[in-house]
């Protein structure tokens, strides 16, 4: 163990924590690596034996109160000698007094407890083949269209910290597509749907209700041609799973939201996609 080195990732180098992750069958969206780097630079870590890399975990300070941490990964054939507990205290100790939160398997939910995380509620990923939906109503329009400090202001309902640069950016970055609804002139609903290893991802999605989040899906999986689709929803937002369920989805895995402190009041109801189990 004392011979790990643990580091900062460089921008070019989290591509690393993205392949592992795909090997653990974690499913990351093919321009997660360019969006990712983009709210903390410094957060991501890898720890080394002899120039190997062995471990992997981030903890993206998105400003002074909130953290998230992700790509939590130890070499199969490393496991059990202490890299990961040193690695995970490296990121712990990058978000400093602030608020961390993550989503972790199940089984790992007690050893989260031991530093500090309280469980809020599950997350479910959903996924299966979608055929092509009818052409969407002439309410949607593209996200982008939207001026930016109106979805801004939305995402702030339901995420616990501005991230802004973030935000802009997987919004624009090429390949994803992104839709918005409007009610009455009103930014009702909106989502972004991203190419990954395997099929697409649709999040974050945020709506008012079912009947918005439905229709912001379809021009999605309309602009993605079908196929096959993940959804990640909040157990406890049954409008969500109905959604999901409606669309012909079935359960794939579920992750456990905690957090190590008190977050804002947050719209959970209003959270029909998760953006990311890595970065929240």
Not at 53 to 78: H, K, M, Q, W
Request: proline letters at 6%; hydrophobic letters at 45%; glycine letters at 10%.
């Amino acid at each position: 163990m004392s011979n790990l080195q643990i580091r900062s990732l460089r921008p070019e180098e989290i591509a690393i924590a993205i392949d592992w992750a795909a090997a653990e069958g974690w499913n990351p969206g093919l321009a997660d690596a360019v969006c990712f780097a983009i709210p903390d630079v410094q957060g991501f870590f890898v720890g080394e034996i002899d120039g190997e890399p062995v471990a992997t975990v981030s903890c993206v300070n998105y400003d002074d109160r909130f953290a998230f941490l992700g790509f939590y990964i130890v070499r199969e054939s490393f496991r059990g000698s202490g890299h990961g507990l040193r690695i995970w205290n490296a990121a712990i100790a990058h978000a400093g007094t602030r608020v961390i939160g993550l989503d972790g398997v199940v089984a790992q939910q007690d050893n989260y407890k031991k530093s500090g995380f309280q469980l809020a509620y599950a997350n479910i990923r959903y996924g299966g083949v979608v055929t092509v939906p009818p052409r969407p109503s002439a309410e949607i329009v593209a996200l982008d269209r939207i001026p930016f400090a109106i979805v801004e202001a939305d995402d702030a309902t339901v995420f616990p910290a501005r991230r802004s640069a973030f935000l802009r950016a997987w919004i624009n970055t090429q390949g994803h597509v992104g839709r918005a609804l409007l009610r009455d002139g009103r930014l009702a609903a909106w989502g972004v749907i991203r190419p990954c290893r395997t099929g697409y991802k649709i999040g974050p999605l945020v709506a008012d209700d079912r009947a918005a989040a439905d229709e912001v899906v379809q021009a999605l999986l309309g602009s993605a041609g079908g196929g096959e689709v993940f959804l990640d929803v909040p157990a406890v937002n049954p409008a969500a799973i109905a959604l999901a369920e409606g669309l012909g989805l079935k359960p794939v895995f579920e992750t456990a939201r905690m957090y190590t402190g008190p977050i804002p009041p947050l719209r959970i109801d209003r959270v029909f996609g998760v953006t990311s189990f890595e970065l929240g």
